[in-house]
């Protein structure tokens, strides 16, 4: 195939879970796509009815190649098939590493994944906690950005998977800044009028602090850091108070919520957006990988019940920066 067409990976997480069924459903609902291939990693042990049913339906709109990870690695650019099935005995985490190294490589243009548990990653042998500390330490990058898109507002995060005992001390002004940094690679995506909008960036402590009576992170961390980014050119607004910006009202105020910790940002979006839409992407990699923003339900694993919306949203948001010549800066694509 001509080497125009860029390669869009998918891994579908725990074969215990619903990756693969609602990577197979995204992928029936986007459909071919002109210039993009689409390469599926999942297991080659037994799968459920439900899965295989699914996969069979593959056959009706995509011309398929089934391959092994050896093939990928050697040829991934040279198949004529617009999906590639990787059927792999290799533990899903690895298949992360395969996935964000391809596309370090120029082999592939976005990595688009499912959910993966965090006792699953452990087991495949990896030290690192989760799909984000793999693709930091696979593009040898320090500080990555979780950020969630939502049809309703935005949402990225200045600390991940911390304990909270440990997120004080964590946000220093180096890396408040670098999240800053990361959430301009998004920006450009948006929509102008969305993209010309403010970030909103949450304080700490309940109230904002009230000026300094809960604590004085607001004023000796926060505020200089968002004067001097305003000085800069910068649009932010804050320390927003945490238990009343994400009123229905304030939704339309700012491109992009900065939230300093983990719940505090997932909380509210999961609780709007529910499971059925919203895209995670990872800010701050060389590569795009944009992800579902929900875990692995096991409990409903092979039922076919599983809800494929925020997976197409994420296939689909791989997709276009595929197409569109790849991520911001990203000098592998």
């Not at 098939?81 to 391809?102: F, H, T």
């Not at 992170?217 to 505020?223: D, H, M, N």
């Not at 939230?259 to 529910?274: C, E, N, R, T, W």
């Not at 800010?283 to 039922?303: F, M, N, Q």
Request: proline share 5%.
């Amino acid at each position: 195939m001509a080497s125009e067409v860029s390669t869009v990976c998918i891994t579908s997480g725990d074969s215990d879970g619903i990756g693969l069924e609602v990577s197979v459903k995204a992928l029936l609902k986007v459909g071919p796509k002109k210039k993009i291939r689409f390469a599926l990693f999942l297991s080659n042990g037994k799968l459920s009815k439900c899965d295989t049913a699914l996969l069979r339906r593959l056959q009706s709109k995509f011309k398929i190649s089934n391959i092994s990870v050896e093939e990928f690695q050697a040829s991934a650019k040279e198949s004529s098939s617009n999906l590639l099935l990787i059927r792999s005995s290799l533990a899903p985490a690895r298949w992360v590493e395969i996935s964000a190294q391809a596309c370090m490589d120029g082999k592939a243009a976005a990595l688009c994944t499912a959910p993966l548990s965090k006792p699953g990653i452990r087991a495949a042998g990896l030290k690192d906690l989760g799909h984000t500390e793999i693709l930091q330490r696979v593009c040898g990058v320090s500080q990555a950005n979780m950020c969630f898109l939502g049809d309703k507002f935005n949402v990225v995060l200045a600390t991940a998977h911390l304990p909270l005992a440990d997120v004080p001390s964590a946000l220093n002004q180096t890396l408040l800044r670098k999240t800053l940094i990361n959430i301009s690679e998004v920006l450009t995506h948006l929509p102008s009028t969305q993209r010309k909008k403010p970030l909103g960036i949450l304080g700490l402590n309940p109230h904002a602090s009230d000026d300094s009576l809960i604590g004085d992170f607001e004023k000796s961390v926060l505020r200089p850091l968002i004067e001097a980014q305003q000085k800069a050119g910068l649009a932010i607004q804050g320390p927003l108070i945490p238990d009343v910006a994400f009123q229905p009202s304030q939704w339309k105020r700012f491109s992009f919520y900065v939230a300093l910790y983990h719940d505090q940002g997932l909380i509210p979006f999961k609780m709007v957006h529910g499971f059925d839409s919203g895209v995670h992407l990872t800010l701050g990699l060389p590569i795009c990988r944009t992800s579902v923003d929900h875990g692995t339900a096991k409990d409903i694993y092979g039922r076919g019940i599983a809800d494929a919306g925020s997976m197409k949203d994420a296939l689909l948001w791989a997709t276009k920066v595929a197409l569109g010549g790849g991520w911001k800066g990203n000098r592998h694509v």
